[in-house]
């Protein structure tokens, strides 16, 4: 009876879709479903509103109330535009930027979206073409704009499309303009409530001029110039995973002074369909092998990676046997805070008030790093929005040296405020010229940073959920680990558990409670125990996922004890996965 119930909700919401305000090919997708005999399509199509939530839009491409397409992204924009004419009456003229990645449609999008901002008298920017997430962010900054917007699903699988939305400091919108927008975005219900008619006059595009200008930004965060000069023909190999990290990495790197750039042919090649990979994420080995083999080929120092937006980076580099081997994003992030914070410190740039940001679920080891060179830190949720919200009310009075995030997220200047991996290709680059004038390969260099703070290993497991059923399942796991805290992982009695939902802190060893100092809430649980492990549980914001962020400690005192550590570290992992039943 329940599932009669929903099949007739989402037919009728469906009938709707059958009206004069959508476009015909539309109309025949949703014909094609309501006449099914499967329902399922049709079902997962219509049985909820895609959600405009904080991060914006995200979700497979399609026909439907849940579906990514030229109505729900309209949705999305005409609700922006209402907000931004409410927010911003006495500015003359509002104005925003448009970019877009590599996906199928992503196009067509920025272009609805071009069209419905400049019919609600908004002026729009829109990039001639691909360009990373990262210079969206730099534009809205340089040209004075209220907003800004990128169709781009990040490293999702090629049936995502996904849309962000910034505000005026290049930021993802946090408290209050996050709430406000999806208030007003809620409040459209119909295609009919959409302005698709454009104002030409309204619309510039624009392209190389800003390019130009984000590379010469970029070189000013240079820290070892001699370095670079000492080793500008290290061959570097990278590949931008069929996205839009082609358009400005190259160029970038060969701007701050490395000319032996090695290209990966095949994955040059511009496509939403990601021909070379089964998943368009530099997290997973397979999307990093033709790289690899090309490394190999040519005998290279390095491999760089970027994600089809080009905001998160992915490094390989070789072991002590002459493997190559891929760095996790905890181990970027943990090598990049050592690099920059050296480098401050070799140059004088350090005054006393610079500080590091990084997430709730990122190593610790990068605490250990900033607190022994008296470098501020702080801890935020996960979502790159939450590092630019401290750079945002620090602005003017602290320095920003980077923030990072696990998953391959990193920022080393403050003329942007999203994850960049353009910046972070060129300064993995830097800091390996570096490391090379010292004797140290990046591997060494990672050696180096475990004898001198501890060895730790990270690991982040993903359970995927899928659909209406997989949602609920995975708030059901959410509550029983709420309701039932673990009192022991692997071994190691739970000595702290962190409800980020109710911003409430216990100790378990004195069975005090207490108020945690955050922004706002958010669905994470997180349990430390007595020997430094650390497990972080959120449901994923993006994808139907729920994620476990394991992290364990192990000391060593010599270079001859990495190799036990990581074997008994593997082991505690393992450990854990059995504690928490997955």
Known sequence: MENEALLEIVRKKARIWLGRDYDGATRAQVQAMLDSEDPTELIESFYRDLEFGTGGLRGIMGAGSNRMNIYTVGAATQGLSNYLLKEFTATERIKVVIGHDCRNNSRLFAQTCAHIFSANGIKVYLFEDLRPTPEISYAIRKLGCQSGIILTASHNPKEYNGYKAYWNDGAQMVAPHDK?????VNKIRHAGDIRFRKKTELIEIIGQDLDRQYIDDLQ????????IRNHRDMKIVYTPIHGTGVRLIPDALKACGFTNIIHVPEQDVVSGDFPTVASPNPEEPAALALAVEKARETDAELVLASDPDADRVGVAVKNDAGEWTLINGHQIAMLLTYYLIAGWKESGKLQG?????KTIVTTETIRAIADRNGV?????YTGFKWIADVMRRHEGRKTFIGGGEESYGFLCED???????????????????WAKDRGLSPYKLLQQIYLEYGYSKETSISVVKKGKSGAE??????KQYRENPLKEIAGSKVTMLYDYASLKGRSFCDGETFSLNMPTTSNVLQY???DGTKVSIRPSGTEPKIKFYCEVHIDVKKADDLEAAERTASDKIQQIRT???I
């Open 180 to 184: 406000n927008t999806i208030a007003e």
């Open 220 to 227: 000013t965060i240079i820290l070892s110039p001699d370095a």
């Open 353 to 357: 008030r610079e500080y590091i940001v």
């Open 376 to 380: 501020e830190i702080y801890d935020v």
């Open 415 to 433: 003329f942007v405020r999203d994850k960049d991996a353009v910046s972070a290709c060129c300064m993995l680059a830097e800091m390996t010229a």
């Open 473 to 478: 399942e995975i708030e059901a796991m959410m």
């Open 528 to 530: 430390c125990t007595n």
């Open 579 to 581: 504690s928490l039943g």
